[in-house]
């Protein structure tokens, strides 16, 4: 199973250019790269030109894959009952192909090497009860 890991979303804000770019030349390869500056309207008041004593730059990294799907909700529901994908898929209805592709989606959302350790993820983020 050929599970690569979800590439974080990484903004990167600064007020001054030449900073910028350096900031993301040395994150490049790291995630998916964003830069916002003055001149952009998404631009952020604490960044802002009239505010000196702030910071220089920001650099904000979060998942780009954070929250479940309904569906794999109820997959993951499932495995901590210690269904098998063949199981998973006559309970919901659908091809052990699809319940793989669920299975596999979880593991790298929760940021999982196996079952038991999505099971365990799952608990701990309180997105589902055992």
Known sequence: MNLSR???????RARDPLLRSLILRRLEGLGDLAEEGDEGAGARADLDASNRSGPDA?????????????????VLSLLAEGMANKE????????THTAKFHVESLLRKLD????????REG????????
Do not use: C, D, K
Request: no cysteine; glycine share 4%; hydrophobic share 50%.
């Open 123 to 130: 608990i701990r983020r309180g997105l589902i009860v055992v």
């Open 6 to 12: 979800a590439q974080p979303r990484i903004v990167v």
């Open 58 to 74: 920001l650099v904000i990294a979060g998942s780009t894959e954070t929250s479940l799907t309904p569906r794999e909700t109820e």
């Open 112 to 119: 999982a090497a196996n079952r038991a350790e999505a099971v």
């Open 88 to 95: 998973i898929a006559a309970r919901l209805a659908f091809s």
